[in-house]
């Protein structure tokens, strides 16, 4: 990996850890930082995970530049990264998810090439081999629904932000943070996107995705959805009127839902999603399950909300 001239003070990557083995990951980011030559930290904090401590206790003592922290109590997804970025040494954080894998070298060369940028985002993929019956649902969804080239990301400001794999100015983070009383699974990041859009904060997109080697459970996944469907009527509810339109074009769940509330029709569709959901479910536990019908599955659950 060639070396590069770089502006910047430094890099703080910022990782909340949950019930994951880090030692790969942090392995990676040493490498690439330490070749760059560029002042790096890479901040680790637990939530109180039930597994993995042993292991990744041992990490700031393997390598260098790394601070690892525990929590006593599980705080959630937004918290964890405010209270990283209130840590953070360096004025550009790099937010990566715990279960992240780099697969290749220039991924932090890319990210510094591109710091010019207030935002970055690197997208995410996910393996083109099929896994297991117990996981496809959550794979197929991330394939259709979730990668996305830098081009097409560019050219549509609609595309939700996804808080996996980016880099962000710090003192643009401190000025629009995560909420913290958004709780559980899900659409921390929509509200984030949403807020760097309403300030008139591009985000630049770049081909620079990690791959995620953890995907959930069918079971656990349609859990998360329910509660990211929570969260995203929760968001809709608590944002001023002026901005709904907008918010509203950025959730196509969202979207189709409150129009069919509108039209009066959601009786229907509670009546439907309620006669049809064992069967629902049953397709979304099969070895083929359809997003189509995850779509109408979601659309059931907000006409419950």
């Known amino acids: 990996m060639d070396k590069i001239n770089c502006s910047l003070d430094g890099i703080t990557i910022c990782?909340?850890?949950?019930?994951?083995?880090?030692?790969?990951?942090?392995?990676?980011?040493?490498?690439?930082?330490?070749?760059?030559?560029?002042p790096y930290q890479i901040l680790l904090i637990d939530d109180a995970s039930h597994s993995f401590k042993q292991?990744?206790?041992?990490?700031s003592s393997l390598f260098p530049n790394i601070s690892y922290e525990e929590l006593p109590e599980n705080i959630g997804r937004s918290k964890i990264r405010n209270l990283l970025a209130r840590k953070a040494k360096y004025d550009r954080l790099l937010m990566m998810d715990c279960d992240c894998q780099i697969r290749?070298?220039?991924?932090?060369?890319?990210?510094?090439?591109?710091?010019?940028?207030?935002?970055?985002?690197g997208g995410t993929k996910f393996d083109e081999n099929p896994v297991d019956s117990d996981h496809i649902l959550r794979w197929?969804?991330?394939?259709?629904?979730?990668?996305?080239?830098?081009?097409?990301?560019?050219?549509?400001?609609?595309?939700?932000?996804?808080?996996?794999?980016?880099?962000?100015?710090?003192?643009?983070?401190?000025e629009v943070k995560f909420d913290e009383t958004l709780v559980g699974y899900g659409h921390e990041d929509t509200l984030f996107g949403f807020s760097l859009k309403k300030k008139g904060i591009k985000v630049k997109y770049i081909d620079n995705a990690t791959f995620h080697d953890d995907l959930a459970s069918t079971d656990i996944y349609l859990k998360q959805v329910d509660n990211s469907l929570k969260n995203l009527l929760k968001i809709y509810k608590k944002i001023a009127p002026e901005d709904k339109k907008a918010f509203l074009n950025m959730n196509p769940s969202l979207r189709v839902s409150h129009t069919l509330k509108i039209l009066h029709l959601s009786p229907f569709i509670s009546f439907l999603f309620k006669l049809f959901r064992p069967l629902l479910e049953k397709?979304?536990?099969?070895?083929?399950?359809?997003i189509r019908v995850l779509d109408f599955y979601k659309l059931g659950i907000l006409m419950q909300k």
């Open 15 to 38: 990782i909340p850890v949950y019930n994951h083995d880090m030692s790969n990951l942090v392995r990676e980011l040493s490498l690439q930082a330490t070749t760059l030559s560029i």
């Open 55 to 59: 292991d990744n206790r041992l990490l």
């Open 104 to 121: 290749h070298t220039d991924f932090l060369k890319k990210y510094i090439e591109a710091s010019n940028h207030l935002v970055v985002c």
């Open 140 to 174: 197929k969804y991330g394939k259709k629904r979730e990668e996305f080239t830098a081009e097409e990301c560019n050219s549509n400001s609609d595309k939700t932000f996804r808080s996996s794999n980016f880099l962000i100015l710090k003192s643009i983070f401190d």
């Open 283 to 290: 397709n979304l536990r099969s070895n083929n399950p359809f």
